[in-house]
Structures are given as structure tokens and as C-alpha cells.
């Protein structure tokens, strides 16, 4: 029998919910090891809990609640970040398509509703299967330290 390891998510299926903003990032820390690139006004980090291997998040540095609080440098940052994210996933990744949306408050799906961002998911052909349907389990080929380090290579 195989077996699938994902010891990562067993902090976060048993553990306490942070309350605090996880895209209010400062320069050391958790999630500076999990940020790939940053622009000017904008950052892009790795999804500690991935939909598919390569799941990225872009943020504003500036905790905004949705698009409509962004001004237009923010903006175009934010836009240029997720073009350079989608080809440098390209490139390393090679996926066959992405998903690319902004889920904007919590009946929309938004995890993190106070602060933007939008969420880059490499797809590929095939890549679901019997697994999520019927164990309710994402099988991830690529650990984050790995992915990240492959990222900023």
C-alpha cells in the first residue's frame, strides 16, 4: 500500500486559527520564507495550504480590503506581479493552464477577507482525480521549501 505524507497539514487541521492578517507581512518571519518575489507595492507568497503545487498569492503591502481600495500604482504593482508570477510558473512549472482569481469576502470563498489577493493555481491535464472525490485528500508532488526554492532559482 502507498502511503501520502503531508505531515504540514496536521498544524493546521489541529491547531488554533491565527486571527491576525497573514498578508500584513514584515521583513523576517514565517511568511518571509514563504514569498517568492516583491515589487514595489506588492508581494507574491507560496500558499502554505496549496490547491494544486505552485498555488501562489499576490498582496498589496497595505491592508485593503478589495480592489476598490487600491490606487492606481497599487494596481498596475499588483497586475505586473501576478503576469511575472504566471511566467515564472511557466517557466519552472510548465503547467498546461491556470486558474487566476480574487475571492472578495467570506460567501465568495475569501479566507482572509480584510486583505486582497488574488490567487494564481497552476493547473495541468489530469491533475484531478479519485483522490479529492472520494478521500478528500490533494496529493502535492512538490513540498513548499522545495517549490520555493525552485522559484527563486
Known amino acids: 500500500m502507498d502511503r501520502l505524507w503531508a505531515p504540514w497539514r496536521s ?3 489541529r491547531g488554533k486559527k491565527k486571527k491576525k492578517c497573514i498578508f ?5 518571519g514565517a511568511a518571509e520564507s514563504r514569498i517568492v518575489k516583491k515589487s514595489k507595492f506588492s508581494f507574491a507568497m507560496l500558499n502554505t495550504y496549496p490547491y494544486n503545487n505552485g498555488h501562489v498569492m499576490v498582496s498589496p ?3 485593503v480590503k478589495d ?8 494596481l498596475l504593482d499588483i497586475m505586473n506581479l501576478v503576469q ?7 517557466k519552472k512549472l510548465k503547467p498546461h493552464g491556470f486558474n487566476i482569481g480574487i475571492n472578495t469576502g467570506t460567501v465568495a470563498g475569501a479566507g482572509y477577507k480584510d486583505h486582497i489577493h488574488i ?6 491535464s489530469g491533475d484531478t482525480n479519485f483522490m479529492p472525490v472520494t ?4 496529493v502535492l508532488p512538490q513540498s513548499l521549501k522545495e517549490l520555493r526554492r ?3 532559482s
Open 119 to 124: 490567487h494564481i493555481v497552476p493547473r495541468w
Open 11 to 13: 498544524k493546521f487541521v
Open 67 to 74: 480592489l476598490k481600495g487600491l490606487d492606481d500604482r497599487e
Open 150 to 152: 525552485l522559484l527563486k
Open 135 to 138: 478521500g478528500t485528500t490533494k
Open 61 to 63: 503591502y497595505r491592508h
Open 84 to 90: 511575472d508570477m504566471q511566467r515564472l510558473l511557466e
Open 24 to 28: 500584513c507581512v514584515k521583513k523576517t
